[in-house]
């Protein structure tokens, strides 16, 4: 006896998985990218070597996603599923910020707060990134906002602020990977160069 065919809506579901399948196995894999510390050793200041401690750099809610956002010309937001960051912005960004610092303040005693919570700093910097917008074939614009303090004061030494625009070379998501580490080393290049304004204790 020979088997049975499967009924009608079987066949249907099995035709179906089959179409879903072959269609999964096209998907295109999506894309990551990470930003980059770009600050090296030729650009050092001239500054006394003090422990620096990062207590936070806050971005805008709007990029703490996986996903890379782009503006398209007329306010539109685009979040693409295939083109994500490595690593969650809202950890890697203090991070590169720490790292240029280190690189232009001449010395290792730069850290994140929440590395070395019970270390003792002369300085303490905070950072607020207020706006980050990448229009695509345009420019990358951030703004932000900082401020210095001492180890055992609540009154800032020094409040700064900035406005940096990168130019896009195009519109791809690589070029706003490479506009946001130039604008977050111009970024750490001012907060740096108020750090080593501030008179060193005697």
Wanted: glycine share 4%; with cysteine.
């Amino acid at each position: 006896m020979k088997p049975a065919l499967p009924t009608s809506p079987t066949l249907f579901a099995l035709l179906a998985a089959a179409v879903f399948a072959a269609g999964c196995g096209s998907t295109a894999p999506s894309k990551l990218y990470t930003p980059e510390a770009q600050a090296t050793e030729s650009a050092r200041l001239a500054t006394e070597a003090r422990r620096i401690e990062v207590i936070s750099v806050r971005i805008p809610e709007l990029w703490d996603r996986p996903q890379i956002v782009l503006t398209k010309p007329g306010g539109e937001v685009d979040f693409n599923e295939f083109n994500r960051w490595a690593v969650p912005l809202k950890s890697e960004v203090p991070r590169i910020v720490t790292r240029n610092l280190s690189r232009l303040l001449g010395t290792q005693l730069v850290w994140l707060r929440e590395d070395f919570p019970g270390a003792r700093p002369d300085l303490r910097v905070q950072v607020s990134i207020d706006q980050i917008e990448a229009v695509a074939g345009q420019q990358l614009r951030l703004e932000a906002a900082w401020a210095i303090r001492g180890s055992d004061s609540a009154a800032a030494l020094k409040l700064g602020r900035v406005v940096v625009q990168e130019p896009l070379s195009d519109g791809s998501y690589a070029a706003v990977v490479a506009a946001t580490s130039r604008a977050l080393l111009a970024l750490s290049r001012d907060v740096a160069r108020d750090i080593a304004a501030i008179p060193a204790k005697p």
